[in-house]
């Protein structure tokens, strides 16, 4: 079975849920431009900012009660 393609987004962060300063892993609530959907993004960025417009790219992961999130590759 080949791994899922990594596809890249481009949005503004709406929330961050979560944020450890030591090693930059975020949680983060993100609205895509193309569509205007809110999808949970996780990963590595130092200092996430609500407002910023970025862009990521990675897959989509799908968790424990089928909750699925974005797992971008930065």
């Known amino acids: 079975m080949n791994p899922p393609s990594e596809i890249t987004l481009a949005g503004r ?12 892993f975020t949680i983060a ?9 809110t999808i949970t993004i996780k990963g590595t960025m130092p200092e996430p900012r609500v407002g910023e417009s ?7 992961e799908t968790h ?3 909750s ?3 797992a971008p590759s930065w």
């Open 13 to 24: 962060i709406e929330r961050i849920t979560y944020y450890n300063r030591e090693n930059h």
């Open 29 to 37: 609530r993100f609205r895509t431009d193309e569509n205007r959907r």
């Open 54 to 60: 970025i862009t990521v790219r990675g897959r989509w």
């Open 64 to 66: 424990q009660g089928s």
């Open 68 to 70: 699925r999130a974005w």
